[in-house]
């Protein structure tokens, strides 16, 4: 009678250390949670520590363009050096600078899903391959901050929370 009590207590301190492993994710901070994420380590260092150097010319021009030209942008996403800097991180994170990366129903440099490009007052054609009067991208920077814009308030703090979370 007592070997099969012993069978159990052993199995039980056996299985122990994996049930205190497994229930400690449920406190996995999101910083922690996204860093542990399969592959993300190599392209969160080379976005965080790189973006700026990385960026293509023409994320820039759109970028700018788009910050000056279009309503709701503060203009310190282009004047602010660091904001600019959080912008192609983001950028880099999401896309990896590809213009027409496609990602589970996210689209663009900023992978953005359909209806929140609608909701920033985009069109679809528009947003992906730009129109008679905004090159390629423009539209994408555009609706892109303003979406920052509207949900963080800051490039800073949508950085962040991409950090925290693994999407912003």
């Not at 392209?43 to 293509?56: F, G, L, M, Y």
Request: proline share 4%; charged share 15%.
């Amino acid at each position: 009678m007592l070997q099969p009590c012993r069978r159990a207590l052993a199995l039980l301190f056996a299985l122990t250390p994996v049930l205190v492993v497994a229930s400690s994710f449920a406190s996995v901070t999101p910083a922690v949670a996204a860093s542990i994420r399969p592959g993300a380590n190599s392209q969160w260092t080379s976005c965080n520590d790189d973006a700026v150097k990385s960026a293509p010319t023409i994320v820039w021009e759109r970028i700018q363009g788009a910050t000056i030209g279009s309503k709701g942008i503060p203009s310190s996403f282009w004047s602010n050096t660091a904001y600019r800097g959080d912008i192609a991180k983001i950028v880099c994170y999401e896309s990896t600078y590809d213009w027409h990366a496609v990602g589970a129903g996210q689209y663009g440099w900023y992978q953005m899903s359909q209806s929140l490009i609608g909701n920033e007052g985009v069109t679809w054609d528009d947003y992906w391959d730009g129109s008679k009067t905004q090159a390629a991208g423009w539209y994408q920077c555009a609706a892109g901050e303003r979406y920052i814009v509207g949900r963080y308030g800051t490039p800073a703090a949508a950085w962040q929370h991409e950090r925290d979370y693994g999407w912003y």
